[in-house]
């Protein structure tokens, strides 16, 4: 049974700093492809930040520069380290694995920013 279980979420100020993690099991972890995608109330959900198999990575232009999204193929997890964060980054973060023909998503994790 494939999991993706994301942590790290909660309130924080403008300006501060999260961590995010999703934990996979099931799957051969560097096969895939991940990524987090994240979904605002009344907005469609966007992709964050991908990184593929060799850890080449990708950003949303309204985060470039201040997350960073990385990998632990020894640990079966996909960080995303989020810095100077805005109000506008609150979401539902989740995240997304795909490879061998398939994609598979976690429950997602509530970011709040608010002073």
């Known amino acids: 049974q494939v999991q993706l279980v994301e942590s790290g979420g909660g309130l924080v100020q403008p300006g501060g700093s999260l961590t995010l993690s999703c934990a996979a099991s099931?799957?051969?972890?560097?096969?895939?492809?991940m990524a987090w995608y994240r979904q605002a109330p009344g907005k469609q959900r966007e992709l964050v930040a991908a990184?593929?198999?060799?850890?080449?990575?990708n950003y949303a232009d309204s985060v470039k520069g201040r997350f960073t999204i990385s990998r632990d193929n020894a640990e079966n997890t996909v960080y995303l380290q989020m810095t100077s964060l805005k109000p506008e980054d609150t979401a539902v973060y989740s995240c997304?694995?795909?490879?061998?023909?398939?994609?598979?998503w976690g429950q997602g994790t509530q970011v709040t920013v608010s002073s």
């Open positions: 997304n694995a795909g490879g061998m023909g398939s994609i598979y």
């Open positions: 099931g799957i051969i972890f560097n096969f895939y492809a």
């Open positions: 990184i593929t198999r060799g850890g080449s990575t």
